[in-house]
């Protein structure tokens, strides 16, 4: 498999957006065990592998989480290729995950778990669209 190509570019993110369909999977099951900070955690990186599957068709990758999500909001969401309340919801995923991961104190309610897996959820969604229509174009 070649990567600089459109058909390298949408194997790779086909295949980062299965992984974030997996870790999607894993926060459902965490959630219906109420082990919820676990499925925070899975709910996060669903919404991050979602997000670099996006991020695969022109090959960009970075060495930190809060420099992937600053560049897909502005490359992503402030140009409109995502809805901007989405922008806000990964914003609020990436700290209730930080938050149940390193926080001894934060109690995450699941209520609050269920509103990242639905972030996860219409993300994934979205990202398959955004996948089809960019690789449809080429």
């Known amino acids: 498999m070649q990567l600089d190509d459109?058909?390298?570019?949408?194997?790779?993110?086909?295949?980062?957006?299965?992984?974030?369909?997996?870790?999607?999977?894993?926060?459902?099951?965490n959630l219906k065990d109420n082990d919820y900070r676990t499925a925070n955690n899975r709910a996060y990186y669903s919404i991050y592998h979602a997000i670099c599957a996006c991020m695969a068709l022109k090959f960009e990758a970075y060495k930190s989480h809060s420099q992937t999500l600053g560049a897909f909001n502005r490359d992503y969401v402030h140009s409109g290729a995502f809805p901007k309340e989405i922008g806000k919801r990964i914003s609020k995923a990436q700290e209730v995950r930080h938050e149940s991961d390193y926080n001894d104190f934060y109690i995450v309610s699941n209520d609050e778990t269920k509103e990242q897996?639905?972030?996860?959820?219409?993300?994934?969604k979205l990202a398959e669209i955004f996948i089809d229509k960019s690789t449809d174009e080429h």
């Open 117 to 124: 897996i639905k972030t996860a959820e219409e993300l994934i």
């Open 6 to 29: 459109v058909g390298g570019a949408k194997e790779l993110a086909i295949h980062r957006l299965q992984v974030a369909k997996e870790d999607l999977e894993s926060a459902k099951r």
